[in-house]
């Protein structure tokens, strides 16, 4: 299973940014798609997540300007970001909690991760 993610870039304060995550290869099904992401000197942490059961959740600190979604049938999770800080720059890794086949369990992979940078 590989996941591809796109989408990031440089952006204003106040701007926005929409990121994509592709997943590909030997997949049965997906549970939950998310991101995380994380910032020079901080731990990793996480930013949104898109159960299988279509709930979401979000970090306090984005909530009201991040909108996680998935599309099932292209294995792909999205997440529009709003309203940009200063303090969203990041490093925003894609995951997803899979089962390959029918007789495996679950396992979380991850994506490469794309630069996010909200300055003037």
């Known amino acids: 299973v590989q996941l591809q993610a796109s989408g990031g870039g440089l952006v204003q304060p106040g701007g926005s940014l929409r990121l994509s995550c592709a997943a590909t290869?030997?997949?049965?099904?997906?549970?939950?798609m998310g991101w995380y992401r994380q910032a020079p000197g901080k731990q990793r942490e996480l930013v949104a997540v898109?159960?299988?059961?279509?709930?979401?959740n979000y970090a306090d600190s984005v909530k009201g300007r991040f909108t996680i979604s998935r599309d099932n049938a292209k294995k792909t999770v999205y997440l529009q970001m709003n309203s940009l800080k200063p303090e969203d720059t990041a490093v925003y890794f894609c995951?997803?909690?899979?089962?390959?086949?029918?007789?495996?369990?679950?396992?979380?992979?991850w994506g490469q991760g794309t630069q996010v940078t909200v300055s003037s």
């Open positions: 290869g030997r997949i049965f099904s997906i549970i939950d």
């Open positions: 898109s159960t299988s059961g279509g709930s979401t």
């Open positions: 995951y997803a909690n899979v089962r390959a086949d029918f007789h495996s369990g679950p396992r979380d992979y």
